[in-house]
């Protein structure tokens, strides 16, 4: 990048005075303009979730709404009998199910296979932060397992964990205890 083609911008960075120049890039297209960042080297593992609420695609729909309420969480991977996810269910499901029930005639599933995506986008435990974060863009998800070489699930890496990852590394949050 040339000093003909770039500009520069004032960021605040959330600590009073200080601010930084950032070049501002007129390059035509986004890949031209792609910056490597601490994102693209830091291991996605190290911000997941390890105590992941799971389910069995045989649970009761009833019973995995109680299950996502009272563990308070917002997407549940479901596992075969290794534990290797093999589809998802979100509050988005569930709203959905919660929308299709209010049809006439209409059927409501009974068993969580017949709800979840039949589909799990995994990434392997080797994946970078940068890696969740453009798969979550690409496939438009909010949480993506990440697995061992085996297949079986190590954790999940949620939109939340990114930001407050994103939060953290610039010095706007504290490490939490342990963290």
Known sequence: MSATNASTQYVFRGRGEHSVRV??????????????????????????????VCARDNLDVDALIDLMVHKRVGCVP???????????????????LVIAAREPDAATPLVTRQLMMPLAFTLDEHA??????????????????????????LGVVSTLDIVRWLATNDGLLDVPAGG
């Open 128 to 153: 970078t932060i940068a890696h969740a974060a453009a798969m979550m863009s690409v496939e438009g998800v909010h949480h993506v397992p990440i697995v061992a070489e085996s297949g079986c699930l």
């Open 23 to 52: 070049p501002i890039c007129d390059a035509a297209t986004p890949s031209e303009m792609r910056i490597p960042t601490i994102a693209d080297a830091v291991p996605a593992r190290w911000i997941m979730s390890r105590d992941v």
């Open 78 to 96: 479901i596992v075969d009998h290794d534990g290797c996810p093999i589809g998802m269910v979100t509050k988005q499901d569930l709203l959905e």
